[in-house]
């Protein structure tokens, strides 16, 4: 089966400017994170959605950043305006839904998007 | 959620079996204990995931004591390939927090000739 995918896998743009990045998780996974590495830091988780809804979004640095999931499959993460500090490589995941009680079902993650800010 | 400890480096050679060793003390009773691997410019791949006592599978092996505070990842001759950085994370189940996974700072292994 097609693992996680993500565009662009590089973005090169001016502070201030626009940014708009997109995950298409695996078929069929209804959860669907994103994740974010800046320099020198560790991976941070940002959003959660399951299906179309965010299911946890309490990692979202601030409200220049809005995630979407249109009808349950791609996401779009934007960032607008884009500041210095955004700067890094943003990581997209998916998985099945969990049962209750069950472990916690494996994240596939896709290559990342490199962000740089200048 | 629990914290994760677990050595910044490791160096080892081609053919040697590794053991990583991860301390996650403030576990929960529901959590799972879980570990990735990350090489350059890619997205973390996970390895294995278990609960209790010992899991194998054609990569790896985990062992997990009785008290559930620590955790050890065994690489059975590792390769050349093997270098990446190594984490170690303690996952709530899904239907209680979403399954978020907090990333530590890894340890980042390093295999050689």
């Known amino acids: 089966e097609a693992g996680v995918t993500q565009f662009p896998s590089h973005s090169v743009i001016e502070k201030g400017q626009t940014v708009t990045l997109r995950c298409d998780p695996i078929?069929?996974?209804?959860?669907l994170y994103w994740y974010r590495r800046v320099m020198g830091k560790e991976i941070k988780f940002l959003l959660h959605f399951v299906k179309e809804s965010k299911q946890d979004e309490s990692g979202m640095p601030n409200n220049r950043f809005l995630a979407e999931r249109t009808g349950g499959t791609y996401s779009t993460l934007k960032v607008q305006p884009a500041e210095l500090e955004d700067s890094g490589v943003y990581f997209c995941?998916?998985?099945?839904?969990?049962?209750?009680?069950?472990?916690?079902?494996?994240?596939?993650f896709g290559p990342g998007t490199r962000l740089t800010v200048l | 959620l629990a914290k994760t400890t677990q050595p910044i480096s490791m160096d080892s050679y081609e053919g040697q079996e590794v053991n990583i060793t991860c301390s996650h003390n403030?576990?929960?009773?529901?959590?799972?204990i879980t570990w990735y691997q990350q090489f350059p410019s890619q997205g973390p791949r996970f390895i294995i995931q278990?609960?209790?006592t010992k899991v194998t599978n054609e990569v790896a092996s985990l062992f997990i004591p009785a008290d559930r505070k620590s955790s050890t990842l065994s690489l059975p001759r590792v390769s050349l390939s093997d270098t990446a950085v190594y984490y170690c994370l303690v996952v709530i189940p899904l239907y209680n927090q979403g399954g978020k996974l907090i990333f530590g700072q890894g340890t980042e292994l390093s295999v050689k000739p």
């Open positions: 403030n576990i929960a009773t529901n959590d799972y």
């Open positions: 278990g609960y209790k």
């Open positions: 078929s069929g996974h209804d959860n």
């Open positions: 995941a998916s998985s099945h839904q969990g049962l209750a009680g069950g472990p916690a079902y494996t994240q596939y």
